[in-house]
């Protein structure tokens, strides 16, 4: 079953959607005649997915704020959204056996779907299964990571981070690992012990830098030891 949107609700139920799930948003309006015969299609093929898509319906004289983010000229106008991204798309009415193909298109294959259940499991055999599959995956490498540092085993943990870039996820877990322990109210000392070698030793930066990471944003004496790190540095 197809999902109103509006230009209020476009950010739930599209964008933020469709990082769980291939979204597809069909445009159209009460007065066009194409459009009628298009959506009962889309939403038999989609329907028979059994939720792997989801379909979302603007009208677009209702909502001209999704329609001008598509850049729409004509009507029906349909787009495919993974992950935030259009990924595709097509406009005007079609036949039922290319709306299936477009359909089809955007189901997860064998290989992400045990993809998926590998890292759905959560295990340390799971996450490195998970690799021989994709040796970039960033949610393998994170969760065996947290796996490693949880036994001790932080250079392995940090050997596994370098092999992909850097995120906050990634600077998170890294940190985690060179520091060994839990940030506290104690950190004050420590960072305003390091704060005077900063400068000449890259380790004590390091540390300095790591036990900022662990605090986070959210702790209000983060941003106040950056400002001073800069200062120190700079």
């Known amino acids: ?48 997915t059994a939720g792997k898509v989801v379909l979302v319906k603007v009208d677009t004289d209702q909502n001209p704020a999704i ?5 729409v000229q004509s009507i029906p106008a ?44 959560g295990t340390e055999g799971s996450f490195r299964a998970a690799l021989e599959i994709e040796p970039g995956n960033e949610d393998a490498i994170v969760g065996l990571a947290e796996l490693l540092i949880a036994r001790g085993e932080n250079e392995q943990a940090l050997q596994f981070l370098a092999r992909i870039p850097d995120t ?8 985690k690992a060179r520091v060994h322990i839990t940030p506290d109210d104690d950190n004050d000392a420590i960072l305003t012990a390091l704060l005077d070698q900063v400068k000449t030793d890259e380790d004590a930066r390091q540390q300095f830098v790591d036990l900022l990471e662990l605090m986070g944003p959210l702790d209000p004496r983060t941003a106040s030891y950056r400002k001073q790190l800069t200062a120190r540095l700079f």
């Open 78 to 121: 349909v787009f495919a959204m993974k992950d935030g991204k259009v990924v595709d798309g097509f406009i005007g009415a079609q036949p039922e056996h290319m709306v299936q193909q477009f359909v089809d298109g955007l189901l997860p294959t064998e290989g992400e779907l045990t993809l998926a259940s590998l890292l759905t499991e």
């Open 67 to 71: 329609s001008q983010a598509f850049e």
């Open 168 to 175: 906050e996820r990634t600077r998170h877990t890294a940190a």
């Open 1 to 48: 079953m197809a999902i109103d949107v509006t230009d209020a609700t476009f950010q739930t139920e599209v964008i933020d959607r469709s990082h769980q799930v291939p979204v597809i948003i069909d445009l159209w309006a009460p007065w066009c005649g194409p459009c009628r015969t298009l959506g009962p299609i889309i939403e038999k093929v989609v329907d028979a």
